[in-house]
């Protein structure tokens, strides 16, 4: 009986620390997830921030949304599926590595460097090249041979090392540093260029050294033994998450353990029961991962019954514009029609015969079909709907501005033919964009009317007064 009532206490604890802020659809909403999401929409560097109460109406249209996706079966999509279980894996696969894992594999890599470095360590070089090609002939070879000479010569007699680089390398990268090259540790450079360097003290010059490159000059500038771990240790952590190490760690570790249950186990369960046990150990994740997979959920349903609608559905396009033509009256009148340049003086007729007969929305083929049909381009065409101020062409021809339109090379013939609309557009396509987003709108307030219409929901408000306050 002990053991009951604690459980009980426990559970009245839990329900106190965090209560039920609202229900939808019979299902409790815990106010730590309300805090979550709100505080995530609300947060340094949002424009449209909310506070609570205003809050509250987008986060029950958006949990309704999410029942609404549920019971249309969306969840069970393959296409959802996969996606989902894509995302929850990028945050869940790399918990399968520790910190602690993380440092051994960074020494790891410290150890195998150490080792390709071996105990010659690293030196830094300068060095001026003159380039010589393997097939040149001796008397090639003896020119190149000279001028080399007579660089280590005035090099012997005092000549800036860095100057005489910059003048005369042909190793156009070093030769912009002076001639100085990275510290390289053996097997970097070619085997001649090697042998000498790592021979060299300090502020020793070399002479002329031959490489299958062509003649060098070396000035050993610094030599040191490669540096202990904790001396590379930020730089080594920064390319292993540059490299995703720990996501390579983690799935070498996940293939491990699948194959220690010998066919118990797969990837994607070993996936949901991390993300399981990450969910309980841990608020953030858990509305993390519920947050992506109602996301995609919320994203798919909106998609087929607003988005896409809107977009397609002409007959809702023309009908909502014809009910709310007056919201698209304009002040100034527009000139609906072509701004256009021929080539030839007879083709500004023609144009405009090309298209007097058809509607306005079949011009474009018609022109391209008749002038621009073939290899030769003979019109150049502007299309649309033009407010004063928008063609050069179109405010003189037009409006009657005094305006200059800019001669367009290889068409020295213009005109322009259409119609003006005076007070507003003459049908839905003339202001197809504003309609668009607009009937959008119009399905989504319809489409959140009715869901709240079909699903129950309670907030409480006495929840809701501690939220971000308790």
Not at 374 to 402: C, P, T, Y
């Amino acid at each position: 009986m002990l053991f009951v009532g604690l459980l009980v206490c426990a559970s009245a604890s839990a329900q106190t620390n965090d209560p039920v802020i609202m229900t939808i659809n019979g299902e409790p909403v815990l106010r730590s997830e309300f805090e979550y999401s709100y505080n995530k929409n609300n947060s340094e560097g949002v424009i449209d921030k909310k506070n609570v109460g205003e809050y509250v109406d987008l986060f029950v249209n958006y949990k309704l949304k999410v029942c609404a996706a549920m019971d249309a079966k969306y969840d069970t999509l393959t296409s959802f599926k996969q996606e989902f279980a894509q995302y929850r894996d990028q945050q869940v696969k790399p918990t399968f590595v520790t910190d602690d894992e993380m440092m051994v594999e960074a020494h790891n890599i410290y150890d195998r460097t150490a080792n390709m470095i071996g105990p010659d360590g690293l030196v830094k070089t300068s060095h001026i090249l003159l380039r010589l090609n393997q097939q040149a002939t001796d008397a090639e070879r003896q020119k190149v041979r000279q001028r080399i000479d007579s660089v280590y010569n005035a090099l012997k007699q005092g000549a800036d090392f860095a100057e005489l680089a910059q003048k005369v390398s042909e190793d156009p990268g070093s030769a912009r540093q002076g001639g100085e090259l990275p510290f390289v540790y053996r097997g970097q450079l070619v085997k001649e260029f090697e042998d000498v360097a790592f021979a060299m003290k300090e502020g020793e010059m070399s002479g002329v050294v031959e490489s299958p490159y062509g003649y060098h000059i070396i000035l050993m500038k610094e030599r040191k033994p490669f540096e202990p771990f904790e001396y590379h240790k930020e730089s080594i952590l920064k390319f292993m998450e540059q490299r995703n190490i720990r996501d390579q760690l983690a799935s070498q570790k996940v293939d491990s353990l699948v194959k220690q249950s010998e066919g118990r186990l797969t990837a994607e369960t070993l996936m949901e029961q991390r993300a399981k046990e990450l969910s309980a150990q841990d608020d953030e994740m858990k509305y993390l991962i519920q947050e992506y997979h109602d996301g995609l959920l919320l994203y798919e349903i909106s998609n087929k019954l607003v988005w896409e609608k809107a977009a397609e559905d002409e007959a809702g396009q023309a009908l909502y514009f014809k009910q709310h033509k007056n919201k698209y009256n304009w002040d100034k009148p527009h000139f609906k029609g072509i701004a256009y340049h021929t080539k030839d003086k007879a083709d500004v007729e023609a144009v405009k015969r090309c298209v007097k007969k058809l509607k306005f929305g079949q011009w474009a083929e018609a022109l391209r079909q008749t002038f621009n049909g073939d290899s030769i381009i003979r019109i150049r065409v502007e299309k649309g709907i033009f407010r004063q101020g928008d063609n050069a062409l179109v405010d003189s021809a037009v409006f009657k501005k005094d305006t200059t339109s800019a001669p367009v090379k290889d068409y020295p013939y213009s005109g322009v033919y259409g119609k003006v609309l005076k007070k507003g557009p003459e049908e839905y396509t003339d202001v197809k964009g504003q309609v668009v987003a607009d009937y959008q709108d119009q399905l989504e307030r319809d489409w959140v009317a009715d869901l709240r219409r079909k699903y129950t929901f309670t907030v409480n408000e006495e929840v809701l007064k501690t939220v971000n306050n308790h």
